[in-house]
């Protein structure tokens, strides 16, 4: 077998035939007579590589991330570790090799980063490659991650910045929509981006709930609204068509930050405010982490165990119950 080169317009071809039988022709994108001989007898290698030993011998990293998008798969962060696997044969691709990519492509980035931006794709493309018979499955050791601790907050906080969190502080009797929201978040449990999407037609006045469409998770929630929050919501007039009048987070955030500022309070955000507070503060009324999940719209209760309960006096809660009870045996026993 040997491939031949063809020109058309100057720009070279290869036509020819492989040891399979099969005829072959591909624009070769070059007009450089050196360059173009070249790229023939690299095609001619990969096709007896393919011939004798399968594509397992000439898939590439790249060739494997291309097949992988058009197929529909996840590429918000292909492109960094591409750049560094590209020309390198799935085969010869090592977890220890990744690991150095992912750590290659962003050189200033923490553990969840790498794994998220690094690994994570790297991993998706090869196990898609393997599915479609191209490779061996991988399995790649995460970055270590430092979880921040997370705080939860009381309804102190909130009334620290109920005065600072209208949308027009120069107007004292503005709606207050930013108060109302993080209300909504610190009693449901819900994220803000459930909570920026309600619109009016989602508050069900006849069970107080609020609709959620679809949650992060894929289904659709209802979260009961406490009683003042409900009064709160029947006097305040929608804004940009939703309930709490804002349409992007971003806003939330700068809004928020800048009612911290003004109140004094350190800035903790929506999630810890909200999410993070629920779950903590239903753990202190002796809820489980399965009730919780079940009421905040988590899916795993390990998770909300292991993530969001920040309990601080657990050490004084059990020697309480636990003295308490021993008072009750001794007395018995007298």
């Known amino acids: 077998m040997r491939l031949k080169l063809t020109t058309r317009h100057g720009s070279y071809y290869v036509d020819g035939y492989g040891p399979d039988g099969k005829r072959h022709r ?9 360059r173009a001989e070249e790229l023939r007898a690299q095609i001619e290698s990969e096709l007896w590589s393919v011939h004798m030993y399968g594509l397992k011998a000439v898939v590439t990293f790249d060739q494997a ?15 960094g ?11 010869d691709i090592t ?9 290659k492509a962003y050189p200033d980035g923490a553990g969840a980063t790498l794994n998220r931006q690094g690994i994570t794709p790297a991993r998706a493309v090869i196990n898609y490659a393997h599915g479609e018979g191209w490779c061996a499955p991988i399995r790649v050791k995460a970055f270590e991650v430092k979880k921040p601790k997370r705080k939860a907050v009381g309804y102190e906080y909130l009334l620290a910045l109920q005065p600072h969190l209208t949308v027009e502080r120069r107007f004292p009797n503005a709606p207050p929509y930013l108060f109302a929201m993080l209300l909504f978040l610190h009693t449901t449990g819900r994220r803000v981006g459930d909570a920026i999407k309600l619109t009016p037609d989602d508050i069900k006045w006849d069970i107080n709930k609020a609709h959620i469409d679809k949650t992060k998770n894929g289904t659709e929630a209802y979260a009961s609204l406490v009683p003042v929050l409900a009064d709160m919501l029947r006097e ?14 971003r806003s939330v955030y700068k809004s928020l930050k ?26 202190k009324l002796g809820w489980s982490a399965k009730q919780i999940a ?21 050490g004084e809660r059990a020697t309480a119950l636990l003295g308490k009870n021993w008072s009750r045996t001794l007395k018995v026993v007298k």
């Not at 079940?294 to 657990?314: C, N």
């Open 95 to 103: 977890p220890r090799i990744i690991r150095a990519a992912a750590k």
């Open 26 to 34: 591909r624009a070769l994108k070059t007009t450089n007579a050196r």
């Open 294 to 314: 079940d009421a905040g719209g988590w899916k795993s209760p390990r998770l909300v165990a292991e993530t969001y309960i920040h309990t601080d006096d657990s």
């Open 236 to 249: 305040m007039p929608p804004r940009h068509g939703r309930v709490f009048g804002y349409l992007d987070r």
């Open 81 to 91: 570790i591409t750049e560094q696997l590209t020309g390198m044969l799935l085969k």
């Open 65 to 79: 991330a291309l097949e992988y998008a058009q197929d529909g798969g996840d590429t918000r962060f292909l492109v």
């Open 258 to 283: 800048m009612a911290c500022a003004a109140a004094g309070v350190e800035y903790l955000g929506t999630h810890q405010v909200g999410r993070h507070s629920f779950a903590t503060s239903l753990e």
